[in-house]
């Protein structure tokens, strides 16, 4: 698959498009599922389960259809362990986002983290909202 058909999507994208599927990230998510394909570092999986685990979504969607959803997004993604350790963003949890990046050699972080997006664009990889994803799918030729 081209780098340009790999995307990494942070946890809080991830889960507001798991809960609340019309909105712009939710969007945003399912557009880059029917075009590409996720790319997770076991941390991000472990974080992503860690959130997805809290009772507050409970009402939202419950656990079991949240693990379900989660089992399946792991299966379908490329997991890549990062091979280079990176501390430059302000939030040190946020360095593992971009770890990944180098690592898998995506061209694309999809986030809505301000400590992420402030790097915009961090060693070539493009750091945009899911908002500007939209847009830059919409405006794909198609294939």
């Known amino acids: 698959m081209s780098r340009e058909n790999r995307y990494i999507f942070d946890v809080n994208v991830i889960v507001s498009a798991i809960l609340f599927n019309d909105s712009v990230p939710g969007q945003a998510f399912f557009s880059a599922l029917d075009c590409g394909v996720l790319v997770f570092s076991p941390q991000l999986v472990v974080q992503l389960c860690d959130v997805l685990a809290r009772d507050k979504f409970d ?67 493009q750091i945009i909202k899911p908002a500007e994803f939209l847009k830059l799918f919409d405006s794909r030729e198609p294939v």
């Not at 997004?73 to 593992?96: F, G, K, N, W, Y």
């Open 59 to 125: 009402n939202y969607l419950a656990r079991d259809d949240r693990e379900r959803l989660l089992a399946g997004l792991v299966q379908d993604a490329e997991l890549v362990v990062p091979s280079v350790r990176i501390q430059a963003c302000r939030d040190p949890d946020d360095d593992m986002v971009l770890e990944l990046a180098v690592s898998s050699g995506v061209f694309l972080i999809v986030t809505g983290d301000k400590d992420l997006l402030e790097l915009q664009p961090f060693r070539g990889i």
